[in-house]
């Protein structure tokens, strides 16, 4: 039952991609950030309240929590969203992967030993990346996903920091908790992003942008999280984690069949190099 749950939670990620883009046809990056938060943060909250899951907030921990939810939620879709309006969701789906990288590199710079399989991952994850990027011409400011691209790595990044911060509140809180307080202060300090931009009255949206809203927020944002921790309860995190290997996958087909993006070879070659360095890089 998990493993079909958790092969539909990929489907769902995978999807957000295009649902974004959808989305952005019709709504501002920030806004569509915003309302996506908007929406999802009272309903996990109420998820984790029925759980009996809620509990205060020691003093000492609100400014790392408010600090998770900056990188977390706030500049981490902030970024995403902006990203998607200049490259496509194939190329998003893959280096948004890149917050292994990241994680490893720091980890490797607080201390920890990388075994030589680790190294490889990383060399071939880095190769991948750039075949994805220029797109197997290694001229990168001439390729039109540039900007996008580079801000979806930067994306990776933001999640690296927000993953390692995390950790050390994990145990205090459990994850379930800690995403729905992340999500509520993310949510709240995305409204001055909205608000430069220019509210969107949402009356004015149409079905199809009210469609990749709801699919944003209740099924990627609430739905697919709640399956993720509570496959965590019941399976090992490893074989919990190799599920999202798949997404871009289901990206790449559906990007293709809905959006009507192109695959390439090099994107094909570099996903295929990057998630491998990925696999590596997680498992030694």
Known sequence: MY??????????WAGSFIFIKIGLQEIKP????????????????????????????????????????ITGVTLLYAVQFVALMYTTATNSSILMNTSVIFIA???FLLGERFTKLKTLGLCLSFLGVMLVVSRGKFEFFSSKTFIGDMLI?????LWAIYTILGKSLLEKYGPDILTAYAFAIGSILLFPFALYEGITNPLSLSMTAWISLLYLSLLCSVFAYLVWYSALTVMEATKVAVFVYIVPFFTAIMAFSVLGEEIG???ALGGILTMTGVYLVERH
């Open 265 to 267: 070879i090099f994107t």
């Open 153 to 157: 790595i930067f994306d990776g990044f």
């Open 3 to 12: 493993i079909v749950a958790l092969l539909f939670t990929m489907l769902v």
């Open 105 to 107: 590199v720091i980890s």
């Open 30 to 69: 920030y806004n569509l950030a915003f309302y996506r938060f908007i929406l999802a943060s009272p309903v996990l909250l109420l998820a984790v309240y029925l759980k009996k899951r809620l509990k205060s907030v020691k003093i000492k921990d609100i400014l790392r929590i408010v600090i998770l939810a």
